[in-house]
């Protein structure tokens, strides 16, 4: 059923707005009108003894390294220093439903009417409504306003699944990596593609944590952002591994990843330099993550998302530990993130609803 | 990126003629279609001597000059919209672009005509990338890449071998949707072409697409064909059927499809409501074969586009043959057409 024209439900006590920065907050004054109704987690990583400064009237709590020491104690070691990655701290410590995360370089964007994007507003739309993974839409989200399913697909599919994950987009600075930041510094992304998508069942898809809302009892769990910065052989795949964990798992249980609406205007390109050093052992390593991600099934009796996180941390530790014991680590790290998660969280396993894993063919 | 050079020499324009006068169609698309040969195929059905405005270089084909080639003794039905796949048949090029005879030129939302040939060919011509999703789209076009996390392995791609093309104002859906939502037109123009990832099955509309004819020209087959179909897209699925099918193939060699841009306007025609009848059973068809399509498995030694169809045929008779008989007809027809293709090829 392709959605009304009702008015988008804000969600204020159910969505926490995760923020990690290591610098200063000056761009939420930007986002005020969009933001200032919701709680704020921010995770200061880098030194804690700098204060980081709030802008007036926003409702926050803010986590700095000694407060992830202590609340964690040893556990503390699955969460990264010194990158972006220490935001997933604040997915473990919210209370909420919903889960919008953004970078501090990311602004309201326009669309092409001159208007300004309300990102979360959007974000809200994709995870309310369902997902289409078992069969791709042509004219893409079918719950949009003004659009549906087309011609021949199938109705016994046309409900959906529970969307779990919603991936938004950057104008301006693309998300490029370091080697093609070095070939086209000046690539500007102009391009306002006005669609939402189901990423297909099956698919993996770079997943970038700039822009990214996800629905935090569904998958929670599984949105470890790794083991990058100091003290680590690699950066910038926090947000990748996720993505490829989360796409698994997703998969597996019958849930849905969009992607695509909303942008917004990311401003500052990092130094391709720097970048290159901390992917470098990426970029060689992803050609064999990727085929272990493609092949990797999980069993019937993972039938909550911890118990998927950990089946794959086992397999992660057993097929790419041999490329390098930083696997074995990080194979390591994501059981005390589960365990870590669990305790803060005080709860049983996050199963999702019987409804969620029949729905459609497997 | 290097510029994609069309080659007029490549390309045919496939018509399908389902009703007599071409001359509105053909005049809308004189600017986009007449540096490119035309083959038009008459309905066998049609009584009427088609009209057809100068201006273009078109070789008509009608049902004596079907029969001809085909013979009088075959499964396959060139009538309503499969006379098309005539067209395909007896095409020499390495393009076929296809588009329907109610859609006109569309424009952009800068308000500039969109040539929706020459986007269908850049599509065709530029690599796909169906085994991991860009999410910047296709990396392809200018002004964008592959993003971050995009394993260099995949970058180069793989050959296009079918371009799904898009609509403005009457999109294409079935009778009981556009039954329930009378007003609703597509207005929205999303910018973007994208590789519909290795795996995942689509639903083909036959209003505005091109193909690859060397890669996968006798993949798509007329083969599906309702009782009641009539001359309306809300009583057909044999373009459905027949995208399936292609998507199984390309799957299987490797290849891709791309879906999104171009765009054509699509005009009204008929009514939803009367079309609900005879669709009716196109839907039900669906629900069957989706498993199929989800499970289908071609063998290695299926190397060919050929190949690949004569399997899917006998897949097709053995698993789906006893739900409906329609399905045994479509398995003949399958079968029939490679032989077909192979036939009026080598002559």
């Not at chain 2, 004189?30 to 049609?46: E, G, M, T």
């Not at chain 2, 020459?118 to 592959?146: E, M, S, W």
Request: a negative charge.
């Amino acid at each position: 059923m392709a959605s009304s024209s009702k008015p988008t439900p804000l969600l204020k006590d159910e969505l926490d707005i995760v923020i990690p920065t290591i610098r200063n907050l000056d761009f939420l004054e930007m986002w005020r009108p969009f933001f200032e109704q919701y709680h704020l987690i921010i995770v200061q990583d880098g030194d804690p003894s700098k204060v980081i400064k709030v802008p007036q009237g926003f409702d926050y709590e803010l986590y700095n390294r000694n407060d992830i020491n202590r609340i964690l104690g040893p556990k503390a070691s699955c969460i990264s220093f010194k990158d972006s990655a220490c935001r997933c701290f604040g997915y473990m410590v919210s209370k909420k439903k919903y889960i919008y995360t953004i970078d501090d370089d990311c602004f309201v964007a326009k669309d092409p009417t001159g208007h300004e994007i309300n990102a979360l507003e959007q974000h809200i739309k994709n995870l309310l409504s369902p997902s289409t993974p078992f069969f791709f839409n042509t004219l893409y989200d079918p719950y949009r306003d003004g659009a549906d399913f087309v011609r021949g697909y199938p109705f016994s599919l046309r409900e959906g699944v529970p969307t779990a994950v919603s991936h938004g987009l950057w104008l301006n600075i693309p998300d490029y990596d370091a080697p093609t930041q070095l070939v086209k510094p000046h690539e500007r992304n102009t391009r306002f593609v006005d669609a939402v998508m189901t990423i297909p069942k099956g698919t993996l898809f770079p997943m970038c944590g700039m822009n990214l809302a996800f629905d935090r009892e569904l998958i929670g769990p599984a949105m470890y952002f790794g083991l990058m910065g100091d003290g680590q052989p690699i950066g910038r795949y926090d947000d990748m591994w996720a993505g490829w964990c989360i796409k698994v798992i997703c998969d597996h249980l019958g849930l849905g990843v969009k992607t695509g609406l909303p942008y917004i205007w990311h401003s500052k390109a990092s130094n391709p330099f720097v970048n290159l050093k901390k992917e470098y052992k990426g970029i060689f390593w992803q050609e064999e993550i990727i085929p272990f991600f493609q092949a990797a099934t999980l069993s019937k009796d993972c039938t909550s998302v911890q118990k998927c996180y950990i089946e794959l941390s086992k397999q992660v530790k057993e097929k790419l530990g041999t490329i390098d014991p930083y696997f074995v680590k990080l194979a390591d790290a994501m059981v005390t993130w589960i365990e870590a998660w669990d305790e803060i969280n005080n709860s049983a396993e996050v199963k999702t609803s019987d409804k969620a894993s029949e729905a459609g063919p497997k | 990126m290097s510029q994609v050079i069309i080659n007029d020499n490549e390309v045919d324009i496939v018509i399908g003629a389902l009703h007599s006068n071409l001359t509105p169609f053909m005049n809308e698309w004189k600017s986009i279609f007449s540096r490119f040969h035309l083959i038009i195929v008459k309905d066998p059905a049609l009584k009427e001597e088609l009209q057809i405005p100068e201006g273009f270089s078109a070789d008509v084909y009608t049902n004596s000059e079907i029969e001809r080639v085909v013979g009088s003794s075959t499964s396959i039905r060139f009538s309503g919209y499969a006379c098309r796949y005539f067209g395909f048949l007896v095409s020499k090029k390495k393009y076929v672009v296809c588009i329907d005879d109610d859609c006109v030129p569309a424009k952009d939302d800068a308000g500039n005509v969109v040539d929706a040939v020459a986007q269908h060919i850049v599509n065709l011509k530029t690599p796909a990338t169906p085994f991991f999703f860009n999410t910047l789209y296709d990396p392809f076009r200018k002004g964008a890449d592959f993003v971050r996390g995009y394993p260099f392995s995949l970058r180069s791609g793989v050959d296009c071998a079918l371009s799904c093309g898009l609509w403005l104002n009457l999109a294409d859906l079935d009778a009981p949707t556009q039954a329930l939502k009378p007003t609703q037109r597509n207005s929205r123009y999303v910018d973007a072409v994208l590789t519909v990832p290795t795996r995942a099955m689509l639903p083909v509309s036959g209003i505005n697409i091109a193909f690859n004819r060397e890669l996968v020209g006798p993949a798509l087959v007329p083969a599906l064909v309702l009782a009641g179909e009539g001359k309306l897209r809300w009583e057909t699925v044999e373009d459905i059927w027949c995208g399936l099918c292609v998507k199984i193939v390309c799957d299987h060699l490797s290849l891709g499809v791309k879906s999104g841009l171009p765009y054509v306007w699509r005009n009204e025609r008929g009514n939803a409501i009367d079309s609900l009848k005879k669709e009716w059973e196109g839907v039900k068809l669906m629900e069957d074969v989706v498993p199929f399509f989800q499970s289908v498995k071609l063998p290695q030694s299926a190397t060919t586009a050929e190949d690949c169809v004569i399997e899917m045929a006998k897949s097709v008779k053995e698993q789906l043959g006893k739900v409906d008989p329609m399905f045994l007809k479509a398995a003949d027809a399958m079968a029939e057409w490679v032989k077909l293709w192979k036939s009026v090829g080598s002559a």
